[in-house]
């Protein structure tokens, strides 16, 4: 299939893709690439919930007597209501390829179209992982339904090597059909070379940005900022996404509990922050991949996390960053205390600006993406 050639391609979600506020703004922007660098997209999503009063019953029953929790996505039968509806609304619509944003919707398709699934996770990386409750029957359910999409899907592409990993272990995928391709920063004012940060500030400025302060590590940064004050460093922690109570009243804290990047005056405050920041201070707990990682290479911040999920793939330990392997806040503060020669941070900062402009960017995911579809195609 000639380079050039523009593809028809269904983008199918249950969410709205087109919503940049739906799952961090990456269906939307995985969308755009898509209409960047492969073809004219016509999208499909925000499905209709297909369970029932049944099915809420049940889910009920599981969380009261069983204490665990029950998955009704992940059903065949609500699988294949998924499935009926992506297929009647491609109905009357030719398409060279389907791009689905994970395997619920597609699972059970029966379309001969290629299907690409694109995902930062599989099922199997989620439990004793994200799922800690999961019911039995809906673990074998998720098994049942991603090992299906796997198996029709023409490419398996994931934005990390941790994903990738998963599928080809527990699924026995072939290697030849799995792919990695990281998301890109789900920001569009990048700044220049020339307008990133020299040198270390005094305070010295930490980033955290999360809505979950719990289980994004939020109460390991802060112990992190008091203990470098602790040993003489005048430090301070920019925290974006939630309010904490347990920083209320600290001056060395700053607070911008939202900030929608849809919104011209929010998007120049979060620029401000990530190009006046030192660190990008990210201890989660759990990670599928870390579209904020990105964010902070393309502003040239060196990105401090935990050593799990995608983060452990996606940060060159001691090259642009650190991967800690207790997660614990003497890693954190050693690393950091080690890196305030401005030489040693400059290192830091420039190679994760250069991991952004080689790799986790959209143009290049863009690029990337169109080779494999059309070698899935020809």
């Known amino acids: 299939m000639p380079r050039a050639q523009r593809l028809r391609v269904a983008c199918v979600t249950t969410y709205d893709a087109r919503d940049v506020n739906q799952w961090s703004g990456l269906g939307y922007y995985i969308g755009k690439t898509l209409e960047r660098h492969v073809g004219d997209v016509t999208y499909i999503g925000t499905l209709r919930d297909p369970s029932t009063i049944c099915d809420r019953i049940v889910r009920k029953a599981y969380h009261t007597f069983a204490r665990s929790d029950y998955s009704v996505e992940r059903t065949e039968r609500v699988g294949k209501a998924y499935a009926r509806e992506v297929e009647s609304r491609m109905s009357g619509n030719t398409f060279d390829v389907i791009v689905a944003l994970g395997t619920i919707p ?3 398709m029966t379309s001969d179209v290629p299907l690409i699934v694109y995902a930062d996770a599989t099922f199997a990386s989620m439990i004793g992982y994200y799922y800690t409750r999961l019911s039995k029957a809906s673990i074998v359910d998720g098994h049942r339904m991603e090992r299906t999409a796997y198996q029709r899907a023409a490419r398996l592409v ?4 941790w994903a ?11 290697s030849e059909r799995v792919f990695v391709l990281p998301f890109g920063p789900n920001v569009t004012d990048i700044p ?10 005094d305070p010295l400025r930490l980033l955290f ?4 302060w719990e289980r994004k590590g939020g109460s390991i940064a802060y112990a992190v900022l008091r203990r470098l004050n602790d040993h003489g460093v005048r430090a301070a922690l920019y925290i974006v996404g939630c309010d904490p109570s347990e920083v209320k009243g600290d001056p060395r ?11 011209t005056r929010d998007a120049e405050v979060l620029r401000g922050l990530f190009t006046s920041a030192d660190f990008f201070i990210f201890p989660t707990q759990q990670e599928c991949f870390g579209v904020v990682i990105c964010e902070a290479f393309a502003h040239g911040l060196p990105v401090l996390t935990n050593k799990t999920g995608g983060p452990s793939s996606i940060v060159a330990h001691e090259q642009n960053g650190f991967l800690a392997e207790k997660n614990s806040v003497d890693e954190y503060v050693a690393f950091i205390l080690g890196h305030l020669d401005r030489k040693r941070h400059q290192r830091l900062r420039d190679e994760a600006r250069h991991a952004y402009e080689m790799t986790f960017n959209w143009e290049t995911t863009g690029k990337r993406m169109h080779r494999i579809i059309c070698d899935a195609l020809s």
Do not use: C, Q
């Not at 994931?158 to 090597?161: D, I, K, L, T």
């Open 106 to 108: 597609v699972a059970y």
């Open 209 to 212: 940005v999360g809505k979950d």
């Open 164 to 174: 990738a990993e998963s599928a080809m272990r527990t699924y026995g995928i072939p």
């Open 158 to 161: 994931f934005a990390s090597e």
């Open 253 to 263: 804290v700053v607070v911008e509990p939202y900030l929608d990047k849809s919104n």
């Open 192 to 201: 220049s070379r020339r307008e990133l940060k020299k040198g270390v500030g």
